[in-house]
């Protein structure tokens, strides 16, 4: 069975740090693009940064540029999120995705099949 | 940024009912929109790809239409468990974006 669990939530005051956790199994994050995604309190889905097989791209929203950096531990099949600097505006809900797709004709197509239960990131004092 | 803008916020129906979402994406997409049903406190869940596929164990009361910059997701027969926050969301650049989602309720 194919599934992503989250961890390292909790509450960090403005400018603090937090490294959050993905643990995959039913599959291996070395063949899939992996992917964070966050939904603020009662707001809707926010996409975050996203990582290829091999850890040698990484895309970035531009309000995380600078701040976050995804990495992956293809050994033990984990995918991180290191946060620094996190502004009250980061509080929310932070989701490891998997994501499936392809590209044909000059058009691709992407979109997220397996999602974790979230962890919950506070930025609060 | 493509820019997904989904129609009604909020929609009220019954059991039964046949339901229709829209999406609206700011420049066109081809077929490459997705939709995701999310219940509260649970994270979403996809039913469509590629605009009209139904993923694996979806109900086939659920399907999807559209290509360039309009979609929609219609539900043929509601049924309570539908009852739920819809969204469609596109990454076919970047960034990956989302629609403001569409609740479903009673």
């Known amino acids: 069975e194919v599934q992503v669990v989250e961890s390292g939530g909790g509450l960090v005051q403005p400018g603090g740090s937090l490294r959050l956790s993905c643990a995959a199994s039913g599959f291996t994050i070395s063949t899939y693009w992996m992917n964070w995604v966050r939904q603020a309190p009662g707001k809707g889905l926010e996409w975050v940064a996203n990582i290829n097989h091999g850890g040698s791209q990484k895309n970035y929203v531009d309000f995380v540029k600078g701040r976050f950096t995804i990495s992956g531990d293809n050994a033990k099949n984990s995918l991180f999120l290191q946060m620094n600097n996190l502004r009250a505006d980061d509080t929310a809900i932070y989701y490891c995705a998997r994501s499936s797709g392809y590209c044909s004709g000059g058009t691709c197509s992407n979109w997220f099949d397996s999602w974790g239960q979230g962890t919950l990131v506070t930025v609060s004092s | 940024a493509i820019h997904l803008t989904q129609s009604p916020s909020s929609l009220s129906a019954s059991v039964g009912d046949r339901v229709t979402i829209t999406c609206r994406a700011s420049?066109?997409?081809?077929?490459?929109l997705a939709w995701y049903q999310q219940k509260p406190g649970i994270a979403p869940k996809l039913l469509i790809h590629d605009a009209s596929n139904l993923e694996s164990g979806v109900p086939s009361r659920f399907s999807g239409s559209g290509s360039g910059t309009d979609f929609t997701l219609t539900i043929s027969s509601l049924q309570p468990e539908d009852f739920s926050t819809y969204y469609c969301q596109q990454f076919t650049s970047y960034p990956p974006t989302f629609g403001q989602g569409t609740k479903l309720e009673i």
């Open positions: 420049q066109g997409i081809s077929s490459a």
